[in-house]
């Protein structure tokens, strides 16, 4: 019996012997809006992009493998993917949802979602028991949750979770933007469908902006493909070629993004200016055993807690390798101030009760040398 390739094979390999006219390597970029038939009643499999275009199929297919799905979808967007995946609920629909969550996903809940009588119901999804409490409500058809959550790093028991879904007859949809495959693999968990802004480390450069779905069970993926096609929030084919290269370096990159983190964090922890310390990496992290019996890493996020908030405006002005930047995932490393930039939607008194305060601050780790990072974040403390 032939021995299963690893997913840093599969990735490196993502598009390849895909061309046989000509035998390239890197998939081309069909940079088309239509295909002609060859006779009436006959296709080549491709009519219309909006339907399917084989630079975004290549994209697709490789990301159904990489979460070992029955079908993978790329999106304009991490919210378009969102919105396209909310399209299957219906008014009177309840979802139970990370509390301390990415504003934009939090602001297309409430402003988009919510007004149209679909309603989030937010918990903590870090304790099961939260969540078993919130489905109990008759009209829970799913819950939704952040593991790592953005940017206070919270990690959700995603087994536990699956199978308190399951009882209620609730799917479970997990954004794994923070770990990527190659780190958490949620469906393998028992989820129905993982999420990803592929904006961050599928594609890892900071040069696209992109989202992605993978879902388990075929039939979900049929009313999915139905939705991606008839709202047609779908990622072009340049942008899919930028995420599928992105794809062939994501283990090695994430790979060295975790080392600096947890370098970084361990760094942080000790530092006399740092009142607090957020990294799943560190073994007094309540989430630390949960990500060692569930996942394959800890990532590259880390968030942290000054002394006194007057610092802030300093040390975004005067770090030098670190920029002052929303995101994440890239190889460059950023800095970011969620209760200003990523969670502005999200009201100061719930910021302030989730953690989200005027302390905290977020770093995308990247591939930098650990040692020039560190003296970057000591030059400011």
Known sequence: MTEPLHLSTLLAQAGSRRDSATGAIAVPIYQTASFSHPALGRSTGFDYSRTSNPTRLALEETLAIADGAARGFAFASGLAALDTLL??????????????LYGGTFRLFERVFCPLGI??????????SAVRRALADPRARAVFVESPTNPLLKIADLRALADAARARGALLIVDNTFLTPCQQRPLDLGADIALYSATKYLAGHNDVVAGALAVRAPELAEKIAFLQNACGAVLGPQDAWLVLRGLKTLPLRLRRQQ??????????AGHPRVRRVLY???PSHP?????LREGIGFGGMVSFEVDNPSRIPAILERVRIFLFAESLGGVESLITYPAV????DIAPDIRARLGIND???????????????IRDLESVL
Do not use: K
């Open 87 to 100: 399209r299957l609920f219906a008014p009177g629909d309840r979802l139970v949802v990370t509390e301390d």
């Open 119 to 128: 309603e989030a119901v937010y918990a903590d999804t870090s304790d099961a």
């Open 259 to 268: 080392e600096n983190a947890s370098a970084l964090a361990a760094w942080l």
């Open 280 to 282: 799943p990496g560190l």
């Open 287 to 291: 989430g630390h055993d949960i990500l």
């Open 341 to 344: 930039q990523t969670h502005a």
């Open 359 to 373: 302390r905290l601050l977020r770093l995308s780790v990247g591939i930098e040398d650990p040692a020039d990072l």
